[in-house]
């Protein structure tokens, strides 16, 4: 499952990263991006028996700002594919998995954190490798 999930963030980077430098505006990707992926999304949790009406363990504005960092965050990342070189974003973009895993050990004092530390550490060290170019 691992190596699936490694060849599909391969892929999606990719073809972010061409579609994002094949067109005179880089917005023009993200906008549609976001509405292909948005409404079904949407219609899915509005039809759904848990989707949006799970009122006693969401707060819907707390799920806004999650949406609005999230568009804003992918929208980032696909900017600045046209400008950086595609390795040094999507390591980059990886990063957000090690915060993740210092807010969950630290302020959510998760049990189960100790187990991301070490892939934390991968990631960190990738990103070392690209920035520093140790060979």
Known sequence: ???????????????DAFSVRSIENPFTFIYWMLLLNGIPMLI???????????????????????GVLAILG?????????????????SIREVSIVLATIISLYILKEKDAFK????????????AILYFQIT
């Open 1 to 15: 499952f691992a190596s699936i999930t490694g060849i599909f963030v391969a892929l999606y980077t990719v073809f």
């Open 44 to 66: 899915y949790s509005l039809f759904t028996k848990n989707g949006l009406r799970k009122k006693d363990s969401y707060n819907i504005k707390h799920g806004i700002l999650a």
């Open 74 to 90: 992918y929208g980032l990342v696909v900017w600045s594919m046209q400008f950086i070189e595609i390795a040094y974003v999507s």
């Open 116 to 127: 991301r530390i070490i892939p934390s550490m991968i990631i960190v060290s990738g990103v």
